[in-house]
């Protein structure tokens, strides 16, 4: 076996990166292989109609600059030119049966104020039958517990437990269900109010919900756009460092031998090579697995056939709307609750050539957006009626929009399992005993702190701290 590597990476998202920095400043010598042609993974935004839109919203949490986490404190550690700005504050719309209401969420610093704005805008006007005289009470209560706990808790503790496993204990009240359930069905992506409280994560869903109001730090804006304002710094920064990137190369197979990893077969064009090393790290999203290892890992099969379960999985759609600049665009990240029915979120979306000016054509404003819902909601309704409401819902939310609409992508759908690192299914562990010399790291991993970016970077330093420890 060649002792060229210490360690080699299969991924350069921010979790590899994370990942790579700290073991080279450790004195390791590692090589990551990344099949496109930039760092980030996610983060990659594609062009469209000569604009460049994030697919990731735009939107990255980070606490306080003095005890950063995630990509915010590899941007201290490795000491990258991260460049970011601070977002303007999200929108919460509520799509009401005789109106509709707008609220756009204030800062609120102190849980009292948090949860006077949970019980006495939102439910006062989605459901103000609910509110009780605990609901006050146990809101704040329950308020206080979500601004004061830590990362940890927050993406480990309470990470694999569901609202209904979590809430309970706390409260008993409908309308502090529902209006937690509702909020959580938009921030943390899952759409369907009953899919959200069964099985989204607690944990994730209300550090999302704490960024949202105000107590989880800045929310910022990378400038030029996610992989270009955080990815592409740090990973010039682990370059620097002595860490090798290989871009555009394809993992064909991890290739496992009597209990350890004895290379990485690759492919470069037409010519394959397996590449050696000491210890490996796969830093990937889950659906890049079953590709990458044959047979499946006994200990990895389980999840796969968990995440895949009918319940699990979940139609999104996805369109970009093309205007001319004579339109007003919020310049926050939004989302629409239905207020007719269960508080579900139906319709979310960024207008992000408003916060990201660099990344239109002049004259041209974009706002990406998507709807989630059950596979068995897409069903009942189909693709022809889910893009007729999105395109309703858009001029209810931006009046005249459809007059300055000047082209749109064609709709995007898909069908597939639900945000896996969002819903409270267990996830992989950083390593197993059976595979001596294996690691993993990624937003499908466990313990994970933190959010969207923010956790996936925070896995890396997890598990380099691991690998050295050994």
Known sequence: MSDKYDVLIVGAGLSGLATAGYLAKAG?????????????????????????????????????????????????????????????????????????????????????????????TLLESIRP???????????????????????????????????????????????VKFALTAMLSGTIFTGDHEYTYRYASAGKGLLLLRMWLGAGGCMVVPKQNPQAGISQPIADAVVGMGVEIEYNIDVQQVLIEE???????????????????????VATR????????????????????????????IASAFKTFFLDDEIKLDPSFFMLLDGEGDGSHVL???????????????????IWAYRIMTNATYEKLGQEAVEKQIHENMERLYPGFHEHLKSETPFGGRVAPSHYFYNKQKKLQHHYDS????????????????????????????????????
């Open 286 to 313: 889950w659906g890049a697995w079953p590709a990458i290892f044959k047979p499946m890992p006994d200990f990895m099969a389980p999840l796969i056939a968990d995440v895949m379960k009918p319940e699990h999985i």
């Open 348 to 366: 979310g979306g960024y207008a992000q050539s408003v916060e990201q000016p660099w990344n239109t054509v002049p004259g041209t404003q974009f």
């Open 435 to 470: 595979i001596s010399n294996l690691y993993f790291a990624g937003d499908c991993t466990t313990p994970m702190p933190g959010m969207l970016t923010d956790g996936a970077a925070a896995t890396g330093e997890i598990v380099a701290n691991l690998m050295l420890n050994k």
């Open 28 to 120: 390791k010598k590692v090589k990551i292989v990344e099949k496109n042609p930039l760092p980030g993974g996610s983060t990659i935004s594609p062009v469209i109609n000569g604009c460049l839109v994030s697919q990731l919203a735009p939107i990255c949490p980070s606490p306080a600059y003095d005890n950063p986490s995630g990509w915010a404190k590899l941007a201290k550690d490795f000491e990258a030119d991260v460049q970011v700005k601070p977002s303007e504050v999200s929108r919460v719309y509520i799509r009401g049966k005789d109106r509709d209401y707008d609220f756009k969420i204030m800062l609120h610093l102190s849980a009292k104020g948090a949860a006077n704005w949970m019980v006495h």
């Open 129 to 175: 039958e609910l509110i009780s005289d605990k609901t006050d009470e146990d809101m704040y209560r329950i308020i206080k517990e979500v601004y004061e706990a830590s990362l940890d808790t927050l993406g480990t503790e309470w990470g694999e437990m569901s609202l209904e496993d979590w809430l309970p204990s706390r409260s008993t009240d409908p309308g």
């Open 259 to 281: 209990g350890k990893v004895c290379g990485i077969l690759v492919k470069r064009g037409e010519e394959e090579e397996t590449l050696h090393a000491e210890q490996y790290v």
